[in-house]
């Protein structure tokens, strides 16, 4: 069975640091991961998805690498703002067929302070 | 940038009532999904349609609930019966082969 675990759990850093965000997973039979950002009491925003053949996708100062044989991905964001202040979840998608279902970690709740 | 849409954001209903939560997914996605997250808790699946048919369905996803795409542009999920334990924030999902998921921005469904 798929587990999905996300550390550290939470942190807080001083604005304009760079910082990284772990996932990792136990199964590598994945087809996609996808990186979400979640305000308190809100719906989930997509920030990034990474293909299985691929090893990494970039988007502003965002970027979330994945490596399939050891099971795990990471999303780093470079310099840092208040407004990144929220929880971020990574979920892989475990297969193509017609489900292509998300098993979700449990996020990891950033503060960023200015 | 199209988006997922639900209705309503908040429902409060009665232990052992009928609820339908609503979503218009993007137009050309087809595939749909449901989702909750009870308060504090991962993000769990509950059911996966594509084809006008349930493709999977999780444990939680019992007789109590139902989904339906009645008019080919809304997809509803029914439960019949509400629980206490039911209550959490429900999302829709959508997307198109090979592409990521855009999510709803939820139903925060309470039941008293």
């Known amino acids: 069975k798929q587990e999905v675990t996300q550390i550290p759990a939470a942190l807080s850093v001083p604005e304009g640091e760079n910082l990284v965000l772990n996932c990792s997973f136990t199964d590598s039979a994945i087809y996609n991961l996808q990186w979400f950002r979640q305000d308190p009491g809100k719906g989930l925003t997509s920030l990034l998805l990474i293909q299985s053949s691929q090893r990494e996708q970039t988007s502003g100062r965002l970027n979330a690498s994945l490596d399939k044989s050891s099971g795990r991905s990471t999303l780093y964001i470079a310099a840092s703002q208040p407004g990144d202040s929220a929880t971020y979840l990574c979920?892989?998608?475990?297969?193509?067929?017609?489900?292509?279902?998300?098993?979700f970690g449990q996020g990891t709740t950033l503060q960023v302070k200015p | 940038e199209p988006e997922v849409t639900q209705t309503p954001s908040h429902q409060v209903t009665q232990m052992g009532q009928e609820v339908i939560l609503r979503c218009v997914p993007i137009s050309n996605h087809l595939y749909f999904y449901w989702y909750r997250q009870i308060l504090g808790q991962k993000v769990e699946f509950l059911v996966s349609f594509y084809n006008n048919e349930i493709s999977e369905k999780s444990e939680i996803f019992d007789d109590q609930f139902s989904v339906e795409r009645p008019d080919g542009s809304n997809f509803t999920l029914k439960i019949r019966s509400t629980k206490l334990e039911d209550s959490a924030m429900y999302f829709c999902?959508?997307?198109?082969?090979?592409?990521?998921?855009?999510f709803g921005s939820g139903t925060r469904l309470t039941v008293v």
């Open positions: 979920a892989v998608i475990v297969s193509s067929g017609n489900t292509g279902k998300l098993i």
């Open positions: 999902a959508s997307r198109r082969q090979g592409f990521g998921y855009t």
